[in-house]
């Protein structure tokens, strides 16, 4: 069944070559460039096509989540409970991130007010 698919896949490849569907592709005539080096070379195109098709891999994704809750909370007025809420969430993603690089070594970050009340009796 699967031969049958990829003689159907072929096929249609074929007919949109003669065609000249592919004429006007970007790019086209020069040699594939990988932008992430560091994926192994057999993994290459299959990275490259999930890239392209919008799917991350799970650190760049949490990164992703981490920049638009950085931006809400620097959106959030100052005394809010909501902020409270947004910084939460904030530590959640920052912990969870260190934790898929191995290790849980990122620090949360504490809310301005406990920060402040630290550095208070520290001085």
Known sequence: M?????????????????????????????????????????????HKI??????????????????KVEQLLGETNYDSQERSKIQKKLNYLLTKLGTTRG???TFPVLPDEYRENILKKLS
């Open 50 to 67: 999930l890239k392209n098709a919008g799917f991350l891999p799970p650190e760049l994704e949490l990164k992703k989540k981490i920049t």
């Open 2 to 46: 699967i031969r049958g698919f990829e003689a159907l896949v072929e096929q249609r490849i074929k007919k949109a070559q003669k065609n000249g569907d592919f004429d006007n592709l970007k790019g086209r005539g020069k040699p594939f460039k990988f932008e992430e080096q560091h994926v192994p070379e057999e993994l290459r195109l299959a």
């Open 103 to 105: 290790g849980a070594n």
